[in-house]
DNA sequence: TTTATATAATTGATATATCAATTATTTTTA
DNA sequence: TAAAAATAATTGATATATCAATTATATAAA
């Protein structure tokens, strides 16, 4: 029984791969590293990467809104891979800090989440993941302009 | 300032795209009906086409799982959207029916629907929906082989 | 400098996501 | 047929999504 309803098969399709990916990525992930979701693995990752992050640049890099940044950070804080402290430059903003634990995730993170990004993008060529992003770019210009 | 992260680009991308359809066909589906989310626009549309459907089944159509899905028909009989009758052939199912309510709203959504669609697929040829499709299947593939 | 505006983060309310356990019913198998 | 296994839906617990309102602080404008 097919379910197609007229021409909605590409955004299904979208969707579909993001949220296989996910769990794809989570499961391999879980194997590994307890208590750990692919979300706060990617807070850890960017935090990592760049430690002035506030909470909404986070935010805006893991696709999530504030509101749920700051639930999300006092979760990660309340399961001690963060630590958060004042920041005397800007007292509106916290300095958001990776602790130990946290740092023990980063040792095995990154090599988990490259090799299930090699894995699931495997056959496909250089050529095609450039096609991939001029066209999702062009969705995304035609739902953002205006 | 880039904030390059690896390879991630990729799905990086393919989530936005996803994300930033959501909100636009959300603010033009909000615009025109009150109250109503895509997801459960989604819902009344495939049980419009068949009418047959269990709650499993709807949740796979719209990538929810049985516990959300039990949820969300929840909020849409409170809403009266839908009516939940007894099914006397298969007692663990439920039969789901559309109220005046819920046909109310599908007399305008699957233009809005269309139109969403059409706007945000706009300068992409066939030949690159193709593209997208096959290329994301492979994606979907990797994923969820073994 | 005071007032107005903007910004970062939080909170409340409600909905959805996800996992594991449970209930009620149906189907399969011994 | 009785017991075991499978299926559809629900529930509980916890996390996240989203919107609107609020707090605290910083910046711009009068």
Redesign the interface.
């Known amino acids: 029984m097919r ?1 197609s ?7 299904h ?9 996910r ?2 990525a989570q499961r391999n992930i879980s194997e590994k590293i307890k208590d750990i979701t692919i979300d706060q693995g990617m807070v850890l ?2 935090l990592n ?2 430690p002035k992050l506030t909470q909404k640049e986070i935010a805006k ?1 893991v ?1 999530k809104d504030n509101a749920s940044m700051t639930r999300m950070i006092n979760t990660m804080v309340r399961k001690k891979y963060l630590k958060r402290s004042m920041n005397s430059e800007d007292r509106r903003r916290y300095k958001i800090e990776i602790t130990d634990r946290g740092n023990e995730i980063l040792k095995t993170l ?1 090599h988990i ?2 090799s299930n ?1 090699k ?6 060529t250089k050529n ?2 450039n ?3 001029i ?6 210009a ?3 302009q205006t």
């Open positions: 379910f309803l007229s021409s909605e098969t590409i955004f399709v979208i969707e579909s791969t993001i949220k296989e990916y769990k794809f990752l960017f990467k760049y890099l696709f990154p989440i490259h990004r894995s699931s993008l495997q056959g496909i095609e993941r096609q991939l992003e066209i999702l770019g062009k969705i995304i035609n739902c953002t």
